[in-house]
């Protein structure tokens, strides 16, 4: 099968599918869903438990010792512009 007759075949096939899709819909009702304060209530929860969860990792990379320095930090020309904490 060459390519363009690849591509005329998932051009068919999605026209078939969005055609049967459109003849099945009923008409459009405005309504409420009723289940929005539940997600609303769930990714809050889901926040809180992240963070605490987090805070509460005494080895932020993992299990074993960390050692933290300070590390010079140069930019792409390799001029010095400070230095920033690194943990690994």
């Known amino acids: 099968m060459s390519i363009k ?3 005329a075949a998932a ?3 999605a026209l ?4 049967s899709v459109a003849t099945t819909t009923s008409t459009a009702q405005a309504k409420p869903l009723g289940w929005g304060w539940g997600v609303g209530a ?3 929860t ?3 438990v ?3 969860v987090a ?3 005494p080895y932020p990379y993992g299990y074993g010792y960390t050692r933290c320095g300070w590390v010079a930090q140069y930019d792409a020309f390799g001029r010095y ?3 920033v904490r690194t943990c690994y």
Request: hydrophobic share 55%; net charge positive.
């Open 46 to 48: 889901a926040a809180i």
């Open 55 to 57: 805070a509460s990792n």
């Open 81 to 83: 512009m400070g230095r």
């Open 5 to 7: 007759t690849k591509i």
């Open 11 to 13: 051009a068919l096939a």
């Open 50 to 52: 992240g963070t605490a």
């Open 16 to 19: 078939t599918i969005t055609a």
């Open 42 to 44: 769930g990714i809050a």
